[in-house]
């Protein structure tokens, strides 16, 4: 099993920035996809971003394409998440997760994080 710990979140004003943070423990990740997941209250999680631990291949959803950038310390078993130009819609409670063969489905996912909640104010 893999232990994620999100954390970064907190409140801002629309068109400022934030960098989320997942720290990763309990085995080694380079084997494992490491993906981004929001959710809304009443709505449906869904994807954000993935980035392959050991190739680095990034994919994005075309909501936050050109604002968001997924990125990964290898040093520090730890995945970012800078997220450029908020939007109000992009308040939700934001997951890190960890999956073999995974890709922009959250049930391809079985490690998760707590989440951390990030709030955009207009």
């Known amino acids: 099993q893999v232990q994620l710990v999100e954390s970064g979140g907190g409140l801002v004003q629309a068109g400022g920035s934030l960098r989320l943070s997942c720290a990763a423990s309990?085995?080694?990740?380079?084997?494992?996809?490491m993906g981004w997941f929001r959710q809304a209250p009443g709505k449906e999680r869904e994807f954000v971003a993935l980035?392959?631990?050991?190739?680095?291949?990034?994919y994005y959803a075309d909501s936050v394409k050109g604002r968001f950038t997924i990125s990964r310390d290898n040093a520090k078993n730890t995945v970012y998440l800078q997220m450029n130009n908020l939007k109000p819609e992009d308040t939700a409670l934001y997951y890190c997760?960890?999956?073999?063969?995974?890709?922009?489905?959250?049930?391809?996912?079985?490690?998760w994080g707590q989440g951390t909640q990030v709030t955009v104010s207009s």
């Open positions: 997760a960890a999956g073999t063969m995974a890709w922009d489905k959250s049930a391809q996912y079985d490690n």
């Open positions: 309990g085995r080694t990740v380079s084997r494992y996809v």
């Open positions: 980035i392959s631990w050991s190739s680095g291949t990034t």
